[in-house]
Structure formats: C-alpha cells, structure tokens
C-alpha cells in the first residue's frame, strides 16, 4: 500500500490529534475534522443524533443514502477503554470484566497516591510556605492535574494507544471513501461500538432491508485477517488469503484481524493494541476486498 501524501496526513492527524475520542467534545471535534476530510470525495454526508441525555449525545456519521444502498461498509470511531490482558472479540461480558479490573485498581492505586501526598504535604509542607507564593501555586496546580487524572482513570481514559483499535479501521474507511463515489455503496462511522451494538442499531434502523453490511474491526493489527458472514465473495477471500468463516453472526459481515484460540474465540494480544505501526499489507487487502 503506497503511502500518499493525504493518507499520511490523516494518519498524523487521526494518531495523534484526534486519537482522543472519549467525551462529547473531543468526539464532535473528530467529526468536524472526518466531514472536512471527506467533502473532498462525497457531499453525501450526514450526521444523525441519538441517546440525548442533559450533557451529550451519540452520532453517526453516514456517507451515501443508507436507504438506497445496497452496500454499507462501516466501524466505530469512539476511543476504547482501557482494560487488562488482550481484547476479545465478541465477548463484551468478558471485555466488560477486563476494563472494570482496571478502573477498580487504576483508580486505587490513584487514590493511595493522593492519600501518600496528602501526608506528605502535611508532614513536611503544611505551613511553611506563605498562602501567596510560588510554592504554593505549584502545589495547586499538581492538586488539579492529579484530580483530572484521577477523573481520566475512574472513566477508563488514561495515554490512549488507539492505532490498531480502531484508528486503523476509520484510515481504511477513509481511503475506501476516497476511492469509491458509487451511490450504491454507503460508509458509516459508529458512535459507542467500543462499549456495545447501539450505534450499530441506529445504523440497522435506518438501512435498507436487504442491505449487506460490512463491519471493520482492528484492520491494521500485526495479525491474521479474517472475514465472518455469509455476504463476502468466496472467490476474493481465497484470493487475497484471507480466512473466511461463514458462521451465523447475525445479518452483519465482520472483518477483523485477531488471533483464533483453541476454544475457537478470537483475540488481539496486547502487544498487537500496542503495536506503532500499521500493518499496511492487511489494510490493502480492505482495499481490494471492497474496492
């Protein structure tokens, strides 16, 4: 896959200064930044709102006319949570207990921490420097910053290593975008598919009902590609090698990278989450399966 200089641009942009896509205001800053990406190769762009509550809101962003479309290719975009050990694919009973395990002791040992300062500041600080001082104002300043990393951590948040899962995914997205301005095709990007299927749902409500769904999940990870669902074409699975399972996993067709165990689950290995580089040869291989 040939680097060109506007996919290395959204790499950049979509590694480092939209990697963060956890709050409402750090998602709505990536949609803005995806929309002005993408009016270059389709104007056909639309952002659906859903799940109001006081603060926030979930949202969808659709490429092509969902009701139309006989071909809908989509991925989340919402930053996952931290959480122990590999990611299960499939298994959000399993995932679920893996992030609530990090929360509970990230949130302990942070808490412990700002218990070992507190006494130390009151030991060794407490009432020796003037209210109005530099010193002061220092500690101030790491007594705010320890309670947004304490705010960070008990949400699951911490040094997002996103590249893999799911930056990985929306770069494919974008470069099938940038190649492909046939109507029949449709592109979604998916609001909370690190936590469930709603932003998955919204999408089914408003496809057509023969639509074939395609749904793409840690696509540039050092690990074997694989196809699951009844709607991919045999023949192109075979030829770009890519394992293919035609197992019942509802209506929708999922292509992911990951590890197949013994007991037939699927997982990506933590060092692959934390991998810093794409796997190039897997995301051409997206390309040429939909292009």
């Not at 060109?4 to 590694?15: A, C, N």
């Not at 292509?255 to 989450?273: G, S």
Request: positive net charge.
């Amino acid at each position: 896959m040939n680097q060109s200089e506007t996919f290395r641009d959204w790499l950049f942009r979509y590694r480092y200064v939209y990697r963060s896509r956890s709050t409402d205001k750090s998602k709505q800053r990536f949609l803005k930044a995806l929309i002005a990406d993408i009016i270059p190769f389709r104007k056909d762009l639309q952002v659906i709102e859903y799940d109001h509550t006081k603060k926030n809101a979930s949202r969808n962003l659709y490429v092509g006319d969902l009701t139309k479309a006989k071909r809908i290719i989509c991925t989340y975009y919402d930053t996952p949570p931290q959480h122990f050990g590999d990611y299960h694919f499939f298994d959000r009973q399993e995932q679920g207990r893996k992030t609530n395990q990090f929360i509970l002791t990230a949130s302990a040992v942070m808490i412990l921490l700002g218990l070992l300062g507190t006494w130390l500041y009151i030991h060794f600080a407490s009432g020796r420097f003037p209210l109005l001082s530099w010193q002061t104002a220092l500690f101030a300043l790491g007594v705010g910053i320890y309670f947004l990393l304490l705010n960070r951590v008990s949400h699951g948040a911490g040094f997002e290593q996103n590249l893999t899962r799911n930056t990985s995914s929306i770069l494919a997205l974008l470069s099938l975008i940038s190649q492909n301005s046939q109507t029949a095709t449709a592109f979604a990007f998916l609001d909370e598919g690190s936590f469930g299927e709603r932003g998955l749902e919204v999408l089914r409500d408003s496809a057509r009902p023969n639509a074939k769904i395609y749904y793409l999940d840690s696509i540039g990870a050092d690990a074997p590609i694989r196809a699951i669902g009844k709607q991919f074409n045999e023949g192109q699975l075979q030829q770009l090698a890519i394992e293919h399972s035609s197992e019942a996993m509802g209506s929708i067709n999922y292509l992911f990278c990951a590890e197949k165990q013994q007991d037939q689950t699927y997982v990506l290995p933590r060092k692959q989450l934390k991998q810093k580089e794409l796997n190039l040869r897997n995301m051409q291989k997206v390309l040429a399966l939909f292009g």
